[in-house]
Structures are given as C-alpha cells and as structure tokens.
C-alpha cells in the first residue's frame, strides 16, 4: 500500500480551502459546498474534513471535486493547480 504524502495531503487541502474561501457571499460557499458534496455523494462533516486536510484528496477525488466545480463555469478552473 503506497503510503500518503504528508505535504501533498496539505498542499491539496490548502488548494481546496483557498478555492473555496474565495467564492465570496457564504451563500455562493454554500453552492459550491452542496454541489461538490451531491457529485463525491459525501456529508457536509467529510466536506470539512476535506478542507481542513484531515482527509486525503485522492486524484481521482480532485478530477470529481473540479468536475463539480465547473459544472456551471465559462471557462474550466483546476482548483489543486492554483
């Protein structure tokens, strides 16, 4: 089993919360947050596990959470690139 990166795990962590953080009003947050979690079918606690970096951000995660995070945007952002 391939052990999990410790700076990665928080590299990606902060690259979500830094996305997230940004989305202005905390309605539009709560957009986002509804949105992400219906499309990786996960609760809002494994949500803010995920943004505080207590759980791991799998790539094949980070393709769900940016499939999400675009579904409404004229152009394609990739959030962990930021």
Do not use: P
Not at 30 to 39: C, P
């Amino acid at each position: 089993m391939k052990a999990i990166d410790q700076t990665e795990r928080l590299r990606r962590a902060n690259c979500l919360r830094r996305w997230y953080m940004t989305r202005g009003a905390s309605t539009e947050r709560g957009i986002y947050r509804r949105r992400i979690t219906r499309h990786l079918q996960i609760s809002d606690d494994r949500f803010y596990r995920l943004l505080e970096g207590r759980t791991y951000i799998s790539d094949e995660r980070a393709k769900k959470i940016n499939s999400a995070a675009n579904a409404y945007m004229l152009w394609q952002i990739d959030i962990f690139e930021l």
